[in-house]
Structures are given as structure tokens and as C-alpha cells.
């Protein structure tokens, strides 16, 4: 196990025989347009029920696609994703990338910064005073931080792959 796996965070390489037109329409039949510039936020958030009977929604201009699972629930680790077709070696290619909402990873990464200064904080007290088992709270804390901010984004993340493979007749480029 590596520490990519752990980051809320992916990057893969989809490969198709398809041609990058087919591709391109096969996003397109399933992917809504957003109704308004901000209905990916309101729509990845839970606010408003989906009124789409696509399981996407985003937008896929030429080669560049960037869309997010239609939801009726609330995830706020709901993955962004991100992807660019080209043509490689008489098949099409897929880079895709996909992350939480830049907001949900500022949120995330100030939250976990302070609470490890919190257990940076406890561990020079427990240095200075001794060693309570109260002390223990911050890195509890720090690693249910951490399992939040991961797990569900990780889950979205494996079913919107699972889709884009599917959709697509797509393999996964497993990298050296």
C-alpha cells in the first residue's frame, strides 16, 4: 500500500477501441447539462432533488469532459471528475482525474492541520506533565480526520471509475 491510495485523490488511464467520436457521444447520452453555472455545486451538495434521469451531470466540450454523480443525497466528498480523450496507438485513450471539490479539500486540510497542532500540543504536555489518557483525544481526532475525508470520496470515486468503464468498453492503463 502506498500513500497515493490513501489521498482523496485519482489519477488513471481509461484505453477503448472505441473512436474518440462514439466516446464523446456516449458521454453526452449520459451526462445532463447543468441548468445553472453553479448547479454542479448545488446538485453535488444534496441541495435541490435531481431532476435529470442521467447519472451524471457536468459538461463534455471536445475532448474534455468534467462531470459529478447525480446524487439525492448529501457527500460533500462527492469526486469532481476530470478527463481528456486522445487518440494513442489506433485506440483512444482516457486521462482522467478526479478529487472532492476544491473547497471540501481546503475545509479538510485546515481542519486536519489544526488538529494536528492540537496533538503536536498534547504531546508537549504530556512530556512536561505526564501522560493522561485524555491525551489521546486529538490523535483520535486526527485519524477519524482523516478516515472521513477518505472513505467516502474513495467509494464515489470506485463507482464513477466502474461507470466510465463500462460506458466506455475501457480498460484500465496499469502504470509501470
Not at 473512436?19 to 446538485?43: D, H, I, T
Not at 444534496?46 to 459529478?68: A, C, S
Not at 512536561?128 to 483520535?140: A, C, K, S, T
Request: net charge positive; proline share 6%; glycine share 8%.
Amino acid at each position: 500500500m502506498n500513500i497515493k491510495s490513501l489521498l482523496p485523490y485519482d489519477r488513471y488511464t481509461l484505453t477503448t477501441r472505441l473512436n474518440e467520436g462514439e466516446v464523446r457521444r456516449r458521454l453526452e447520452a449520459n451526462v445532463a447539462p447543468p441548468k445553472k453555472p453553479f448547479s454542479l455545486l448545488v446538485q453535488r451538495y444534496g441541495l435541490k432533488k435531481n431532476t435529470t434521469d442521467k447519472p451524471y451531470v457536468g459538461v463534455v466540450v471536445g475532448p474534455h469532459f468534467e462531470i459529478v454523480r447525480v446524487i439525492n443525497y448529501k457527500n460533500s466528498f462527492l469526486p469532481v471528475t476530470k478527463g481528456e480523450m486522445s487518440n494513442f496507438l489506433g485506440q483512444t485513450e482516457i486521462k482522467v482525474k478526479s478529487s472532492p471539490h476544491l473547497a471540501v479539500m481546503i475545509f479538510s486540510g485546515v481542519w486536519l492541520f489544526m488538529v494536528l497542532v492540537g496533538c503536536v500540543a498534547v504531546l508537549g504536555a504530556s512530556i512536561n506533565d505526564g501522560f493522561e489518557p485524555v491525551m489521546l483525544i486529538p490523535f483520535g481526532m486526527f485519524v477519524f480526520g482523516c478516515l472521513l475525508f477518505t472513505i467516502p470520496y474513495k467509494l464515489e470515486a470506485k463507482k464513477t471509475k466502474r461507470f466510465l468503464a463500462e460506458l466506455l468498453e475501457a480498460e484500465e492503463v496499469k502504470e509501470g
